[in-house]
């Protein structure tokens, strides 16, 4: 639920993120979450050790949400493909470039892409994005160390691509399958997925 009309401290208790704070927090705390009258509005919460009775409590200040998920990209010059993000919207994604190319003497191209959300497996149209056969012959996944990753779904004979994600582990990113259509005969790349600041992710 999406709380008020204040832009400087917007909320929204569908927040990926606080919601999974909240799966994780109750297996482990005694949870109590104080609320604004009169909307609800969470505005503090307490998290109590279950052992000792140690008590912290955290302000509840605002959300931030990524409704039209992108990623970029990166395409460095032996094919290693890596993907930064995820941003909100194509423009967000595509302002991230200048800066990985300062970052970087081997970029050769980038590329803003939707990011596909895994909860769903019907991959519509949208998803997918041309690029040169050339290129898309020559890509293979960077080795990057990256906590998060993105299935890239790659058909490499007619240059285009789908990307899927963010996945918590390169695992989870394998054990993903689209529904039929062309993904299912794509290459599957599972690329490191880098993430960006909260400034970077915002239009």
């Not at 939707?114 to 497996?121: G, N, Q, R, V, W």
């Not at 993105?150 to 399958?177: E, I, K």
């Amino acid at each position: 639920m999406r709380f008020g009309t204040d832009n400087e401290h917007p909320f929204d208790t569908d927040n990926r993120a606080w919601r999974r704070l909240g799966d994780v927090t109750s297996e482990h705390f005694d949870v109590i979450t104080w609320t604004r009258d009169p909307d609800g509005r969470p505005i503090l919460l307490t998290l109590g050790d279950l052992r000792t009775g140690d008590m912290i409590t955290l302000a509840v200040l605002d959300s931030l949400e990524i409704r039209d998920p992108y990623a970029l990209l990166a395409v460095h010059t032996g094919g290693e493909l890596a993907a930064h993000g995820p941003t909100s919207g194509a423009e967000t994604a595509r302002s991230l470039a200048p800066m990985l190319a300062l970052d970087s003497t081997t970029l050769a191209v980038t590329k803003p892409v939707p990011l596909h959300d895994p909860a769903t497996t019907a991959l519509p149209a949208t998803c997918w994005v041309d690029l040169p056969t050339t290129l898309a012959a020559a890509l293979r996944p960077a080795l990057d160390d990256a906590r998060t990753a993105v299935l890239v779904l790659l058909d490499r004979a007619d240059g285009w691509l789908a990307a899927v994600g963010p996945f918590p582990t390169h695992a989870a990113a394998d054990t993903w399958q689209p529904d039929g259509g062309p993904g299912g005969a794509a290459d599957r790349l599972i690329v490191p997925l880098h993430p960006v600041t909260l400034q970077e992710a915002q239009p």
